[in-house]
């Protein structure tokens, strides 16, 4: 084990092996020759003198990559792409002089990116749609469980902790439909040529315009692509790169929004994500119990976030049909942020399959505050027994003003309840005080809402992606 240069964290601690390899140099430059051996047989269903002897020498050599000797010649020419033209060559002497015919470097390079990009994506589909899956579960668990909801972090009007969790699942709801659409309209670059005008092509060609165009087409469909982009220069528009990682950008927002959510709800003691038996809190404090996978996903959040920014930056400052500005930044930008992205919805799942609501600790600061915030109730049910409003209304304000000074200056319990049951002036007996105040009185239709959106929203992408769900994810460390 090399223990002295730097590991990516994302690698070693974080990402699946799934999405890591996605990025791995055998993937990648597999990739390439699978284009190569793509556009060497359309070339030959085009009329081009290609063999089959060529075409198969080749296939038979996609996985068998002397990656030693690209290294060395690469270091030698000072360009990847015809470092491992020449290692291609060296391994396929009979295909040797038609690889790469009529090509350009961003031939390999961009439609391998595109490639990757959209086998990067469907993991991540897979996975939203396991998180999007067990979240439900949760919030129809938990749908009719009254819990103090927070403005601003200060108690407010009751809901539930499923219809909190159901606004944790609609924003990733959000990023699945944007997902969706990015991955229905990633197109390959295609066999576009040097400045994306396709004249190396027509050349080949002999200047028959159709065999170019259904060149492109035949290349993106051997390669799983309905069609190529309509227009590129020497790239494909790093706008896409951009649309790509601004979806991976909303799921790192989402996630960072709920696991803020779950900190907060873990120090109140209301609910906890999973701990193991033998899982440490603090070095110092043994009876700690730190929220440490959501404070993962927000670390790694602010990654996505931030590094996604890369793309658009990208975008913006490319010049006229090309500009190698792009490379090196990409290299990073586009892997790391699939990685982070990869971490964020594991981590998730798996808080989520082990999740623990505290009732009782919930109960217990509903009792704290519901007292005040069912004031009015009680009021305009006195009203209704004859009693009078304002006299109602300051008499409720005192005993509410006297129960506060006992809960802020003294510490004790909320007694604003037994104050009012023990008042002359509220026309309410005990069992009438305590009907009022039910706390399933005052969610509104939490309920029928997190049903409703389940039902029209999440149960359809759930039963059509049914032969994806399942996963189970245990954190690597």
């Known amino acids: 084990m090399d223990t002295k240069s730097y590991k990516n964290p994302l690698i070693t601690r974080y990402a699946s092996k799934e999405m890591s390899y996605v990025f791995s140099d055998e993937n990648k430059f597999s990739y390439w020759r699978k284009l190569w051996v793509a556009l060497a047989e359309s070339e030959k269903e085009l009329g081009l003198d290609i063999t089959d002897e060529q075409i198969n020498e080749m296939k038979e050599n996609i996985y068998n990559i002397d990656f030693e000797m690209a290294r060395k010649k690469e270091k030698e020419v000072r360009h990847d792409v015809m470092a491992h033209v020449h290692t291609f060559g060296n391994q396929c002497p009979n295909a040797r002089p038609i690889i790469h015919l009529g090509a350009t470097s961003a031939f390999v390079g961009d439609n391998t990116d595109i490639l990757q990009i959209k086998e990067a994506l469907e993991i991540v589909k897979k996975k939203l749609l396991n998180l999007l899956y067990v979240m439900s579960e949760f919030a129809l668990e938990y749908k009719e469980m009254p819990t103090l909801g927070y403005t601003h972090f200060q108690p407010a009007q009751l809901t539930t902790v499923g219809k909190r969790a159901g606004l944790w699942l609609q924003d990733l709801y959000f990023d699945y439909n944007d997902l969706i659409y990015v991955i229905e309209n990633l197109k390959m670059r295609g066999t576009k040529g040097t400045t994306g005008t396709q004249a190396s092509y027509l050349k080949l060609f002999e200047g028959d315009s159709d065999k170019v165009n259904k060149l492109d087409k035949m290349v993106a469909n051997k390669l799983g692509f309905e069609s190529s982009y309509y227009l590129t220069g020497?790239?494909?528009?790093?706008?896409?790169?951009?649309?790509?990682?601004?979806?991976?950008?909303?799921?790192?927002?989402?996630?960072?929004?709920?696991?803020?959510?779950?900190?907060?709800?873990?120090?109140?003691?209301?609910?906890?994500?999973?701990?193991?038996?033998?899982?440490?809190?603090?070095?110092?404090?043994?009876?700690?119990?730190?929220?440490?996978?959501?404070?993962?996903?927000?670390?790694?959040?602010?990654?996505?976030?931030?590094?996604?920014?890369?793309?658009?930056?990208?975008?913006?400052?490319?010049?006229?049909?090309?500009?190698?500005?792009?490379?090196?930044?990409?290299?990073?930008?586009?892997?790391?942020?699939?990685?982070?992205?990869?971490?964020?919805?594991?981590?998730?799942?798996?808080?989520?399959?082990?999740?623990?609501?505290?009732?009782?600790?919930?109960?217990?600061?509903?009792?704290?505050?519901?007292?005040?915030?069912?004031?009015?109730?009680?009021?305009?049910?006195?009203?209704?027994?004859?009693?009078?409003?304002?006299?109602?209304?300051?008499?409720?304000?005192?005993?509410?003003?006297?129960?506060?000074?006992?809960?802020?200056?003294?510490?004790?319990?909320?007694?604003?309840?037994?104050?009012?049951?023990?008042?002359?002036?509220?026309?309410?007996?005990?069992?009438?005080?305590?009907?009022?105040?039910?706390?399933?009185?005052?969610?509104?239709?939490?309920?029928?809402?997190?049903?409703?959106?389940?039902?029209?929203?999440?149960?359809?992408?759930?039963?059509?992606?049914?032969?994806?769900?399942?996963?189970?994810?245990?954190?690597?460390?």
Not at 287 to 316: C, G, Q, V, W
Request: net charge negative.
């Open 234 to 477: 020497q790239t494909y528009s790093r706008k896409v790169d951009a649309s790509v990682t601004k979806v991976l950008s909303g799921i790192g927002q989402s996630l960072h929004k709920m696991t803020n959510d779950i900190r907060l709800l873990q120090n109140l003691k209301e609910i906890e994500e999973p701990f193991e038996k033998t899982q440490i809190g603090s070095s110092a404090m043994a009876y700690k119990r730190n929220p440490m996978r959501s404070e993962r996903i927000a670390a790694l959040s602010r990654f996505i976030i931030n590094t996604s920014h890369n793309t658009e930056d990208t975008a913006s400052v490319q010049w006229f049909e090309r500009t190698l500005d792009d490379s090196a930044n990409k290299r990073l930008s586009i892997p790391q942020t699939f990685l982070g992205c990869d971490s964020v919805l594991e981590i998730a799942i798996n808080i989520f399959q082990g999740m623990v609501v505290n009732e009782k600790v919930i109960e217990k600061h509903i009792n704290e505050e519901l007292p005040f915030m069912a004031t009015e109730n009680i009021i305009m049910e006195a009203v209704k027994r004859g009693g009078d409003r304002q006299d109602l209304h300051e008499e409720i304000r005192v005993l509410s003003m006297e129960a506060g000074e006992q809960v802020k200056k003294f510490g004790n319990k909320n007694d604003l309840i037994e104050r009012m049951i023990k008042s002359d002036k509220i026309s309410l007996n005990e069992k009438e005080i305590l009907e009022i105040i039910d706390a399933k009185k005052f969610i509104g239709r939490s309920a029928e809402q997190v049903d409703v959106f389940y039902n029209e929203a999440i149960k359809p992408l759930l039963e059509e992606n049914k032969d994806l769900l399942g996963m189970t994810v245990e954190l690597n460390v």
